[in-house]
């Protein structure tokens, strides 16, 4: 559901004694950029500390009065909750409050809808938001049953009189599920031919890199400074949906696959992940990672953290990476050192620190370098030209229709060169 401009959010947030990782203060304040992100005016904020939810209504009785008063006085319509709610919680809180109520997973599949600019994208998105809603279409129904039951009075009356009870929950629950079908059938169309499409990316011999971080850590404006992209590059969380992949050259002649990707977040609704499995593929497939961090805030560490739990959790923790500390701008004292990493400190906005990135990432892959020597066709110049394209030929000398060639080139080129020139012979 999007949000009107003009439509006032009270925010409601809790800590917990078992809470781990970014504090209920900081989370809140992350709410209320994401609630402004997607169209909200934050009227106000709440939080208590609680040493176990309440199963009914998750914050308690005097919370719920103490929001209902806060929300009326505000003039809001809406209350969003920092922390999941289940759908009787959601049900119980709408009726008490008087308020229409989402949750922080909701809050971010909305942003995703407003955000999404592709097919997969929006395929995506909505196959998410259909998964978030199924287990809460009794809630969705008592709204209708309010408007359209009056007169059922219970009982039933009869074939055909029957009104909205559990027959119509049923049907909205079949609809959904065809609704999902049919989505995720289109999506594994769609899904084939990006498969297709990296197929042939991996047929380049180019190693693929990938920016990877939390959201907002400034990941386009460093693609945008490495490739002139062009990829919109907004101060508010999840500007980038959808994958973009540029070339880059490194020094060394050295070239490199450069994929931008969704931004990661503290608790990221897990039915956007299974969704976006096909974009985050761009990730698991990756040689190297970018991580990408906003070394301004002071919440960094947290970040990081949460960034290679979702790693870990996509298959994607073993990955090479440099720790890129960005908006070096921002920064009194720059660091060089992030915890068990090297770091490059950069400033993409300013463009400071980029040359520092290019040799370190140029370092990581020219270490992987092979040294071949091959004889092949003189025909063949599509050989040697891929081998000045991926990395450096040495030498190069044509004698009886035959080319012999030195080259440092990755071990990828390496093996298609060796595979040619075994089948010349």
């Known amino acids: ?9 009270v925010l409601v947030g809790v800590e917990l004694a078992t809470d781990e990782g970014i504090a209920s203060e900081e989370s809140l304040e992350e709410l209320k950029a994401l609630s402004e992100s997607a169209g909200a005016e934050v009227a106000a904020t709440v939080s208590q500390r609680l040493k176990s939810v309440d199963p009914r209504t998750f914050i308690g009785r005097g919370k719920t009065a103490e929001v209902r008063e806060l929300a009326s006085k505000k003039g809001a319509s809406l209350a969003i909750f920092d922390d999941a709610l289940s759908p009787a919680q959601a049900r119980n809180l709408e009726s008490e409050l008087k308020l229409r109520v989402i949750d922080r997973s909701q809050l971010i599949l909305d942003i995703f ?6 097919l ?3 395929l995506q998105v909505e196959i998410a938001q259909l998964s ?3 287990p809460r279409l009794t809630r969705q129904w008592t709204h209708l049953s309010r408007v359209r039951g009056g007169g059922s009075g219970g009982r039933s009356g009869g074939v055909g009189t029957r009104g909205p009870g559990e027959t119509q929950l049923e049907v909205d629950r079949r609809r959904l599920r065809e609704r999902l079908t049919r989505l995720r059938a289109r999506l594994r169309d769609v899904e084939r031919t990006r498969s297709i499409q990296r197929q042939r990316r991996l047929e380049v011999p180019y190693p693929t890199v990938a920016l990877v971080g939390y959201t907002n850590s400034g990941k386009s404006t460093l693609m945008n400074a490495l490739t002139d992209a062009e990829v919109e590059a907004a101060n508010r969380p999840f500007s980038t949906l959808d994958p ?3 070339r880059l050259k490194l020094p060394g002649h050295l070239n490199v696959m450069l994929v931008d990707t969704v931004g990661f977040i503290h608790r990221l609704p897990h039915m956007l992940i299974d969704a976006f499995k096909a974009t985050l593929e761009e990730v698991r497939t990756a040689n190297l990672f970018l991580h990408v961090v906003d070394a301004s805030s002071p919440l960094a560490p947290e970040r990081i953290a949460i960034v290679d739990r979702v ?3 996509i298959g994607a923790g073993a990955t090479p990476r440099i720790m890129v500390m960005n908006k070096a701008d921002l920064l009194e004292h720059p660091r060089r050192q992030f915890g068990d990493f090297d770091a490059v400190t950069i400033s993409a906005l300013k463009g400071t620190g980029l040359d520092h990135l290019l040799d370190a990432i140029a370092r990581h892959f020219s270490g992987s370098r092979e040294d071949v020597s091959v004889t092949l066709p003189a025909s063949r110049g599509d050989l040697v030209a891929m081998a000045r394209r991926d990395g450096q030929v040495l030498s190069e000398e044509y004698a009886d229709g ?9 071990p990828r080129v390496a093996g298609r060169l060796r595979k040619a020139a075994a089948l010349s012979a």
Not at 402 to 410: G, Y
């Open 113 to 118: 809808a407003q955000r999404a600019r592709t």
């Open 120 to 122: 997969e994208g929006k």
């Open 1 to 9: 559901m999007t949000h009107e401009r003009d439509e006032r959010a």
């Open 311 to 313: 790693l870990e959790e």
């Open 402 to 410: 035959k080319v012999s060639m030195r080259a440092l080139v990755s």
């Open 132 to 134: 978030y809603l199924q």
């Open 244 to 246: 973009t992949i540029r």
